[in-house]
């Protein structure tokens, strides 16, 4: 049986301690509630929740500048990954990036993220670079990002 669709909340300052505890179940290295509070604080930052039943399963933040969209961050918890969710939150975020004048989308995954970037690739994004030792790891040297654009609509 798939999985319920979640609602997708606007997420404000007031959702910092919610987009922190989503970030830690997703990331060696988690940004805190006073991180996401200042983030979404700056007018050019703006980021989606998922909500299934009111409790939190996935999150986006994006900024927008003049022309052009980054994806700061996105995080599914391990137990919804492969449900769709971090394809729905990238479309909604693509949306609203097209919406204040972006006409194209940049991201940074890492290098070993294979299951990210086989969603990217599917969501139109192609390679457009390498940013070298770009990721701190856990037990070992920092890790290279792939960057990735995509054209919006």
Not at 25 to 51: E, H, K, M, Q, R
Not at 84 to 94: S, V
């Amino acid at each position: 049986m798939p999985a319920p669709v979640p609602d997708l909340i606007a997420a404000t300052p007031l959702h910092a301690d919610v987009l922190a505890a989503v970030h830690e179940t997703a990331f060696a290295y988690p940004w805190s509630a006073d991180d996401f509070a200042t983030l979404l604080a700056d007018p050019s930052v703006f980021g989606l929740i998922a909500a299934d039943g009111g409790s939190p399963c996935g999150m986006v933040l994006f900024r927008t500048v003049l022309d052009e969209a980054e994806v700061l961050t996105i995080g599914i918890p391990p137990e919804r990954r492969r449900q769709g969710l971090a394809a729905r939150l990238m479309a909604d975020a693509m949306t609203v990036a097209a919406t204040r004048g972006a006409e194209k989308v940049f991201l940074e995954v890492a290098d070993s993220n294979a299951a990210a970037q086989a969603l990217y690739l599917r969501l139109g994004f192609a390679v457009a670079g390498r940013r070298k030792q770009y990721y701190r790891t856990p037990d070992g040297p920092p890790e290279d990002a792939v960057v990735m654009v995509r054209p919006l609509p």
